[in-house]
């Protein structure tokens, strides 16, 4: 008997747990139990494909209701593969931008360089969706109707506390919006809360050794700024600027969205808004006006990989960023969380005894691990060359991103980009 996350011995509380179980496949009932910490794009798309498969699902999110910042994402490769098996692609194709280019501008808006989306698509494979990440999620709750009434519950505004595995089953205590401490017992335990994913710590431990941090930081957030909105003119717009990269696109409903990446410099500021003002302010006129609009409080985070030597224990398993995260940069992450979370019911939905879960667990996580390893490599390089420490970087990006548009060097450029992806 293991005993993971904070405080004392909760013996009684496991025996009972087990007992549950037991008596559940002694009365002949399959019906099995699964709770999701985390309900981004990875745990909604495993608690759609277990409710389907007949499991009764919990799914616990930290945040009160679904988070409307975020950033636009590629959606390509074995994501889109995943998601039109399991019958999700309708739900994310309604949610898609059109995006005609990605333009490199200079301090005064001038374009140095873009990236035709078209002609990317096309040599992708002529399936690649642009999809803003709250979008996504959104889709991905309106894709759990598909589920049998009452399979999948969702409880916003409760943060996991403590995590307690026995042979057969496994026992969590979550905080809600109240303060107030609720458990929750099931059969299989899934930790899909991100980079700094709870469940990781308290049944893998400390985050020293899995964290991989890339040397940047990014920033994501979404301003109501109509006059920028028009101007970007269905572009990802980005600076074409040494050591630090602003990017913007305009939404349906006048807002933009804006995606900062930099490296913190010693003396940086602790407050998020002015440590961006300092890193951003001179791009343009357009970023210093949305820089004047950020809010005090955006998204802040290192950019980093988790690197896991196995996703399972037990009767517990990481899913999406928390057990194998490639960095935003690499432009995986969605493709990853719905191809992972698809694979991962797959490999559940046929048992027939809680036995039989840790194996099937391990099972997944050998087979998952190889292409999150693969991704995880195209991750860093992309890190490395997203951001040019250097003018001859930045000539270097230039010309890479106009041969992109040039026949037969489309196809060697291309060919590079979406290697892992098309595996």
């Known amino acids: 008997m293991s005993h993971c996350g904070l405080g004392g011995r909760w013996t009684r509380r496991q025996r009972r747990a087990k007992n549950g179980t037991i008596a559940r496949v002694a009365e002949g009932r399959c019906r099995m139990r699964a709770l999701i910490v985390g309900a981004g794009i990875a745990g909604l798309v495993a608690a759609r494909q277990l409710g389907l498969a007949g499991w009764s699902v919990d799914v616990l ?33 309604q949610a898609a931008y059109r995006i005609e280019a990605a333009a490199y501008v200079d301090h005064e808006g001038r374009e140095t360089a873009r990236l035709d989306y078209a002609r990317f698509s096309q040599l992708a494979g002529g399936n690649v969706l642009s999809l803003l990440r709250p979008d996504m999620e959104n889709a991905a709750l309106r894709a759990l109707g598909d589920a049998p009434a009452g399979s999948v519950r969702l409880h916003y505004g409760h943060r996991a506390s403590r995590v307690a595995q026995q042979p057969r089953s496994v026992a969590l205590a979550a905080k809600d919006r109240h303060g107030e401490t609720r458990w929750f017992d099931a059969d299989l335990l899934i930790g899909a809360d991100g980079l700094h994913s709870a469940v990781r710590g308290a049944v893998f431990g400390p985050d020293s050794g899995c964290l991989r941090d890339l040397g940047l930081r990014a920033a994501a957030y979404i301003v109501d700024e109509p006059g920028i909105n028009a101007g970007a003119r269905n572009r990802f717009v980005l600076t074409d600027s040494v050591g630090r990269t602003a990017g913007y696109y305009g939404l349906h409903d006048g807002r933009v969205a804006c995606l900062l990446v930099y490296r913190a410099l010693p003396g940086d500021p602790q407050n998020a808004r002015d440590r961006l003002r300092r890193h951003f302010t001179g791009l343009g006129a357009a970023v210093d006006r949305l820089l004047e609009l950020c809010p005090e409080e955006p998204y802040d985070d290192v950019v980093a990989q988790v690197v896991m030597p196995r996703l399972s224990r037990g009767n517990t398993v990481l899913l999406g960023d928390a057990g194998g995260a490639v960095s935003l940069l690499a432009g995986q992450g969605g493709s990853l969380a719905v191809a992972g ?43 490395a060359s997203f951001l040019p420490a250097t003018r001859a970087g930045l000539l270097l990006r230039r010309w890479v991103v106009r041969g992109s548009n040039v026949p037969p060097i489309d196809r060697l450029i291309a060919r590079r980009i979406v290697a892992t992806l098309a595996k």
């Open 61 to 93: 999110e930290r945040a009160p209701e679904p988070r409307p910042e975020g950033y636009m994402m590629d959606f390509f490769g074995p994501g889109v593969r995943a998601a039109e098996r399991i019958g999700i692609y309708p739900y994310l194709a």
């Open 341 to 383: 979370a698809a694979e991962l019911a797959a490999s559940l939905e046929h048992l027939e005894d809680p036995e039989w879960i840790p194996a099937a667990l391990a099972g997944f996580s050998a087979r998952w691990q190889v292409t999150v390893r693969t991704a995880q490599a195209t991750g860093r390089r992309a890190a």
